[in-house]
């Protein structure tokens, strides 16, 4: 929502300026506030720029606050923060941006689905947990009460054959191929006669797995690798920059396998005020903090031993 409103105006070159103003500025809130100049009749020098003037230090204290309001913009400082923006030069105040230094690409970083296969008591204790496979011992019916029995009771002996289809894969050890186990499950369930719905199919084949970095890459129908949603990432990538270039330089030395689906790329925009007029304050030396911290023993010690009289 907010970043497609920026992304409208910013895109159509209405945005001029944004000014910060001070904090403690209302009676009922001390947030911080930006006025937002917009408009649609840009000055040629201004177009395709942005200008940030950071004015939160531009106010006067009040002699006495009203509730949270504690800071004032006076004539003086009005007409300071007036000459920064009109003056549209860059200083320690003001900052000048081409509009795309604020757009981003959002992009959808994949990794392929790597799981491996197994029958093991923990994993068919998952099987039996799942809602698939309990919704089989589940009665539809709400009056009948034998006609109810006698679906549950179809349905739990309908679970032990599953069940036992499944145990006879334990012989397979640990199988680092989905294809290889799926059609081994399938298999097993036909020698079986055991025929269920894909969504319940699914399900067991899900209970059975786990993830490993490992084992084969799943692939679809078509032969492509399958994404792990678990695996998922997400990154911004300014939109000045190559997306393959920030994926070779930021993601692949780290994930070598991860690519980008740029059927899901979206373009967003976001200003963070703050990150631009930063300014770094080196702590204080540990000299000085020891010093501090002697005294403080020190007078801690002189309070224990008042209180010991």
């Known amino acids: 929502g907010e970043s497609e409103i920026r992304r409208w105006i910013i895109e159509h070159d209405w945005l001029e300026s944004i000014v910060a103003l001070p904090d403690q500025l209302f009676y009922n809130t001390g947030i911080s506030t930006y006025l937002w100049i917009v408009t649609n009749r840009k000055e040629k020098s201004r177009r395709g720029k942005i200008q940030l003037v950071n004015a939160t230090g531009f106010f006067k204290k009040m002699r006495k606050s009203l509730g949270n309001k504690r800071n004032e913009i006076c004539v003086e400082q009005r007409n300071q923060i007036t000459n920064l923006y009109g003056a549209f030069q860059e200083n320690e105040f003001v900052r000048i941006f081409d509009n795309?230094?604020?757009?981003?690409?959002?992009?959808?970083?994949?990794?392929?689905?790597?799981?491996?296969?197994?029958?093991?008591?923990?994993?068919?204790?998952?099987?039996?947990?799942?809602?698939k496979f309990g919704e089989l011992a589940a009665s539809k019916k709400r009056k009948d009460a034998s006609t109810i029995a006698a679906e549950e009771a179809e349905g739990k002996r309908q679970q032990q054959a599953i069940?036992?289809?499944?145990?006879?894969?334990?012989?397979?050890?640990?199988?680092?191929?989905?294809?290889?186990?799926?059609?081994?499950?399938?298999?097993?369930?036909?020698?079986?006669?055991?025929?269920?719905?894909?969504?319940?199919?699914k399900e067991i084949l899900d209970a059975l797995s786990e993830p490993d970095e490992t084992a084969d890459i799943c692939t679809d129908s078509k032969g492509n690798p399958e994404p792990d949603p678990a695996l998922r990432d997400y990154e911004n990538?300014?939109?000045?920059?190559?997306?393959?270039?920030?994926?070779?330089?930021?993601?692949?030395?780290?994930?070598?396998?991860?690519?980008?689906?740029?059927?899901?790329?979206?373009?967003?925009?976001?200003?963070?005020?703050?990150?631009?007029?930063?300014?770094?304050?080196?702590?204080?030396?540990?000299?000085?903090?020891?010093?501090?911290?002697?005294?403080?023993?020190?007078?801690?010690?002189?309070?224990?031993?008042?209180?010991?009289?």
């Open 237 to 309: 990538v300014p939109l000045k920059e190559n997306i393959a270039t920030y994926m070779k330089r930021e993601v692949l030395p780290h994930v070598p396998d991860a690519c980008v689906d740029e059927s899901k790329t979206k373009v967003g925009y976001e200003i963070n005020f703050n990150r631009y007029f930063y300014k770094y304050v080196p702590p204080r030396p540990l000299e000085e903090i020891e010093v501090d911290l002697v005294k403080i023993e020190d007078e801690i010690a002189e309070l224990l031993k008042g209180a010991s009289r």
């Open 100 to 131: 795309e230094d604020f757009g981003y690409h959002r992009i959808t970083v994949e990794r392929p689905l790597r799981r491996n296969y197994a029958v093991t008591d923990k994993r068919l204790a998952r099987v039996t947990e799942g809602t």
């Open 163 to 201: 069940l036992s289809a499944i145990v006879s894969l334990k012989k397979l050890g640990l199988v680092k191929n989905r294809d290889k186990f799926t059609n081994a499950l399938k298999d097993a369930l036909k020698k079986s006669d055991i025929a269920i719905p894909a969504p319940l199919f």
